[in-house]
Structure formats: C-alpha cells, structure tokens
C-alpha cells in the first residue's frame, strides 16, 4: 500500500508539472494580446517595452517557464493582475476559491444522494415505469446545457436571491470564506439559512449533468451487482428485499459509483464557470472569464493551475478511495 500511495503522489506531482506547461504556452500560443487589453489600439512603444520588462515577457520562452516554476515553488507567487491595477492574483484567488467549492460541494450534496437513489430505483424495478421514468430524467439532464437550465430557473423562481452569497447589508464576513460553515458554527442560523437561500438555484442548476450521470451509472453497476450469486444466495435465506438491496448489494457496487462522483466534482469545477456567469457567483469561474476577456495572463494562469490542482488533489483522495474500498487495488 506504501508503495502505491509514493506511485500516486509522483502521478500527481508530473500531472501538476504537466499542467503548468500546458497552461504557460497555451496563453502565448493563443489569440489574444495583454498588450492591447492593456494600452489599447494606441499603444506607446515604450509603454510596450516597460511592461515586457516588467512581467518579463521579452526572455526567450524557456527562461520564461524557468522562472515562473521557480516564483511558485519557492513562494507560492502567482503574480499580480495588470489589468486590475497590480491586484494580487493569489490573495483575489484566495478570496474566489471558497465560494466556487461551497458552490461544488452543495451540487455534489443534491447530485449523489439524489442520483445513487434514482440508479438504484431504476435497477430494482428494472423494465417497469419507475425504470423508465429515472432514465428519462436522467437523459434530460444530461441533455440541458447547464447555462439554459440556469436561466430557466431563474424565471420560473423570480423570488429566489441570485448574484449574492449573502443578503446586502447583512454585516458579516466569513474569515475563512466558507459562508454556511462559519456563519453555523458562530451560531448565527439566520445567515446560515439566508447562505443557502442564495445557493439553491445555483447549486440546483449545477448538479443537473452529475446526478444524471450517477444515476445512470449506479443503474448499471447496481444490475450486474443484484444478478451475482451472493445476491441470490442472500434472497434465498428469506433476507428482506431492502436489505438484499442496501445491504448486500450497493456496498459492491460502490467503486464504480465512487469513481463516476469524483469524476462528475471535476466535471463540477469546469462547470461552475458557466453556473456562476448565469448566476453572477462571486466564485473562481466568473474571475477566470473576466481574466479571459481581458487578456489578464498571471489571473488566467493562476486561476486554470489552481483549478488543476484541485482536479489532481481530488483524483489523489479519489485514489486512497479506491484501495479502502477495494484492498487488491493496492497491490496492483
């Protein structure tokens, strides 16, 4: 097991090195110049020049990656923002990433609970209509675009609070940045309650593809589970039908399951950007599309390695997971 955990750390550590590489040159290979979001089409030469020096743009490309493996490593600078006036983008990011993983973690409490008990449905009354009905949902879910499922919530709820995490005015301010969190453990339930109010659609909107996913393939792992001889050597002592099912039967059907949810939060995090421009989120995805339109390079560059390290940092936990759940993975 030791052996596997060093392998899957090294895994981890040449995927983030191997994001950073792809992230460096896809700025400067695609379209878009900072220049010009910076200075316009009138542009002084000198002003050029300067701001080349400064972000040290005119070192040759290698030099370029060099240093700003060494600026991460070394003090964990993620550069400063020159469309925002020198904002630094570690601390703005620090700021962001609360909010897009509150906004996660509450799609992902709607879509596992809500897909593993579709799947499971669908697999037990297999060939009659609640079987249908689950799998018409979750083929409609799979098929709405996040974003128009997002504005038709928002015209078919007009009351529900959007663009917020908390109602203006409210005074309070959440050090860690995890609003339903902190504002529960202060004990104030009232902003607790209005924190989520503010979640609903979002996270609503959010969860629609993964609980389709899940439910689909809870589906189709709960029927090959529910047809192996220990199911029905189970139902053959007389074991009631929901024991046979909860007890028996999805505890070995967990793995893939396991594996479809943490694949569906990375999904989440990409998915997010589209969530929180419909839904003004103050979150990591809405920084990085206004980084994008404003050809802001330390805020795209910052926000996309942040992203992958969370992506990487969840497939690691994802991982450890699976050998707890199955020991012979550990071996392999």
Known sequence: ????????????AATMFAALALIFLAL??????????????????AQIA??????????????????????????????????????????????????????????????????????????????????????AGALLGVSVPVFFLGICLIGLFPGMP??????????FTATSGFVVVESLLRGRIDLCAAALRHLCLPALALSSIPMAMIARITRSSMLDVLGADYVRTARAKG????????RHALPNAAVPIANMA?????????????????FSWPGLGRYLVEGVRQADFPVVQGGALVVAAMFVTLNLLLDLLYAWLDPRIGWE
């Open 1 to 12: 097991m030791t052996r596997y955990l060093l392998h899957r750390l090294l895994h981890a």
């Open 28 to 45: 400067r290979v695609l379209p878009g110049s900072p220049l010009l979001a910076r200075f316009g089409q009138h542009a002084v030469p």
């Open 50 to 135: 300067q701001l080349m020096a400064e972000q040290g743009w005119d070192r040759p490309l290698s030099v370029q990656a060099a240093s700003l493996a060494r600026q991460i490593l070394r003090e964990g600078d993620l550069g400063e923002s020159f469309a925002r006036s020198g904002e630094n983008v570690r601390r703005e990011l620090l700021r962001r990433v609360p909010a897009t993983v509150e906004l996660t973690l509450a799609a992902l409490a709607i879509a596992l609970p809500a897909g593993i008990a579709a799947g499971v449905v669908a697999a037990v009354q297999r060939g009659r209509w609640p079987d249908y009905l689950c799998m």
């Open 162 to 171: 959007t663009g917020q995490r908390l109602p203006p005015g409210s005074g």
């Open 239 to 246: 074991a009631a039908p929901g024991r046979v099912v909860l």
């Open 262 to 278: 943490g694949f569906q939060v990375g999904l989440l995090l990409s998915g997010a950007v589209l969530t929180e421009t419909v």
